[in-house]
Each structure stands twice: as structure tokens, then as C-alpha cells.
């Protein structure tokens, strides 16, 4: 059986993708479990609680993203109001509060999601979704993600009954091939859709930065292309056995026309082109 390798990260700046992420902005390590609100400026409380959400200290977390919640949530709903259209990358910082609260919110349903209150999660996310449309949150990996769109993908998954884990391109390929190969078709649907909706600009940016199928050596730099190309491939297969044989169409069609660099890594040790699994129709 074909098996997918992570693949190795790179750093692309240049576009804004939308997504859920564990990784927040790197906070200061913090390794006791007691609460001390008062070491942290106001500013720094959802770091605080990204820290401890992502060190399992749910209970610190929770804390400090509640706190953040109490602070500002009035002046974050005011600066809402006051958009009608994405926030401009260069002047996203300058909504702080906005992207604080949402993110204190997002960290705090995922919080009660792990718990097993998913009444409560989808609730707190439905907030996000319905009143912090343009909140964003940075990636550490070089991209700003919007925080209405992660927790519309995270209630997506609670109804699904599947985990997105940290929706790494990595991960969520993975869980397609092990969903696919357990026969569990609509996991594996699931999780590659998710991959191709967060990663595909990242994916046909890779793909139109070559001229030719890359050396063996470098392939692993298209960590992108070569997932997005795997769960298209996935999604393609999984379709079918659903009994939706045009879907199946468009997404085998897409993987021919614009990924067809994109490879997979079988355990028993080479890279196959994904493109050319694929037979015309």
C-alpha cells in the first residue's frame, strides 16, 4: 500500500490562507501549571493561553483566554462593526483586541470540544463565525489565518466526529490514506477537502514555480504541492466509492491539469508521480 511521508515545511509569505492551526504566534515557554495574570500585560493573555492550551494545560488556558474574553470582547465586537472588508495584511496588527478575542474564543471551544462539552464548543464557535468575521491569527510558519473561518472548519469537523488535529498538510494527508484504506470513505473525503481548502493557492504556487519534475533530492521542498496533489488523488478515489462519480471527475481532473508535479512517497522507498496514477477518461 502507497503510504505518504511528511513532508518537509517551508516558509511562504506571500499569500493569506485560511485555516485552523495549533501553532500560534510562539509564546514564551511557561512550565508551571499555577495561574498568575498579573506577570502577563492584558496584551499577552491569549498568548498565555495559546502556551498552555498547546503544553495540555487546559485549565490555565482556559483562564487566560476568559480573562482576554471579559477585557475585551465589547471593544472587539465595536471594531468588527466598524470593517466591511478584510483586514489590509499591513495594518492587521493594529487589530489586536479583535484578533485576541476571537482567537481567546476559537482556543476556549476547542478547549471544551477535548472535554467532551460539544454543545458548548459549538456554541462558543458559532460566536466567531457570526460575529468575528475578519479576526485573524498568525502562523509562525509565515501567514495570517482568519479565525471565523478556522472555527466554521472546526464546527464542520465536531459534526463530522472527526479531529483536524493541527491541520498540517502533513497530518491531514495522512488521515485521508489511513481513513481510505480502513474504507471509512467519508473520513477520508473529509480530511483530504480540508487539505485541498487550506493549501491549494500554497499548492499551485509550488507547481507554477517549476519548469520540470523536480530531482529526487528536492522534492520533499514541495510540501505543498505534493499533499494538496495527494488529497485531490484521495478525494478523487473516495468520491467514487461514495457513488459520486462526477465529483470524482473534477477532482481527478484538477490533480491532471494543475498538480501534475505533485508526488507521494511509497514506504517501499521511491516518490510516484501522483498525476500519473491516474488514468484519462
Known amino acids: 500500500m502507497k503510504k505518504h511521508l511528511p513532508a518537509s515545511r517551508l516558509f511562504i509569505a506571500i499569500f493569506c490562507l485560511t485555516f485552523f492551526t495549533a501553532f500560534a504566534e510562539e509564546p514564551a515557554a511557561v512550565n508551571k501549571e499555577q495561574i498568575d495574570l498579573e506577570k502577563f500585560p492584558d496584551k499577552n493573555l491569549m498568548?498565555?493561553?495559546?502556551?498552555?492550551?498547546?503544553?495540555?494545560?487546559?485549565?490555565?488556558?482556559?483562564?487566560?483566554?476568559?480573562?482576554?474574553?471579559?477585557?475585551?470582547?465589547?471593544?472587539?465586537?465595536?471594531?468588527?462593526?466598524?470593517?466591511?472588508?478584510?483586514?489590509?495584511?499591513?495594518?492587521?496588527?493594529?487589530?489586536?483586541?479583535?484578533?485576541?478575542?476571537?482567537?481567546?474564543?476559537?482556543?476556549?471551544?476547542?478547549?471544551?470540544?477535548i472535554?467532551?462539552?460539544?454543545?458548548?464548543?459549538?456554541?462558543?464557535?458559532?460566536?466567531?463565525?457570526?460575529?468575528?468575521?475578519?479576526?485573524?491569527?498568525?502562523?509562525?510558519?509565515?501567514?495570517?489565518?482568519?479565525?471565523?473561518?478556522?472555527?466554521?472548519?472546526?464546527?464542520?469537523?465536531?459534526?463530522?466526529?472527526?479531529?483536524?488535529?493541527?491541520?498540517?498538510?502533513?497530518?491531514?494527508?495522512?488521515?485521508?490514506?489511513?481513513?481510505?484504506?480502513?474504507?471509512?470513505?467519508?473520513?477520508?473525503?473529509?480530511?483530504?477537502?480540508?487539505?485541498?481548502?487550506?493549501?491549494?493557492e500554497a499548492a499551485i504556487w509550488q507547481q507554477k514555480s517549476l519548469a520540470k519534475y523536480p530531482r529526487k533530492e528536492e522534492i520533499s521542498q514541495y510540501w505543498a504541492l505534493n499533499d494538496v496533489g495527494t488529497c485531490y488523488y484521495l478525494a478523487g478515489k473516495a468520491s467514487l466509492k461514495l457513488g459520486d462519480k462526477q465529483k470524482s471527475r473534477e477532482y481527478l481532473k484538477f490533480l491532471r491539469k494543475n498538480l501534475y508535479y505533485a508526488s507521494c512517497w511509497d514506504s517501499k522507498g521511491w516518490y510516484w508521480k501522483v498525476a500519473d496514477a491516474v488514468k484519462p477518461k
Open 115 to 200: 472535554r467532551g462539552d460539544f454543545k458548548g464548543a459549538k456554541s462558543v464557535l458559532s460566536d466567531v463565525v457570526q460575529n468575528y468575521t475578519y479576526a485573524m491569527a498568525y502562523d509562525r510558519r509565515g501567514w495570517y489565518w482568519n479565525v471565523s473561518k478556522a472555527s466554521e472548519d472546526m464546527l464542520h469537523a465536531i459534526d463530522l466526529g472527526i479531529d483536524f488535529g493541527d491541520s498540517s498538510s502533513s497530518l491531514l494527508t495522512s488521515k485521508a490514506w489511513e481513513s481510505y484504506s480502513k474504507k471509512d470513505y467519508k473520513s477520508s473525503l473529509a480530511y483530504a477537502e480540508q487539505c485541498i481548502k487550506m493549501y491549494n
Open 47 to 113: 498568548q498565555a493561553a495559546w502556551d498552555r492550551y498547546n503544553a495540555k494545560q487546559y485549565d490555565a488556558a482556559l483562564s487566560y483566554a476568559e480573562r482576554c474574553i471579559a477585557l475585551y470582547d465589547t471593544h472587539a465586537k465595536k471594531m468588527q462593526a466598524s470593517l466591511h472588508a478584510p483586514i489590509p495584511r499591513e495594518i492587521i496588527n493594529q487589530y489586536w483586541v479583535l484578533n485576541d478575542v476571537a482567537t481567546a474564543k476559537f482556543i476556549k471551544g476547542r478547549i471544551l470540544w
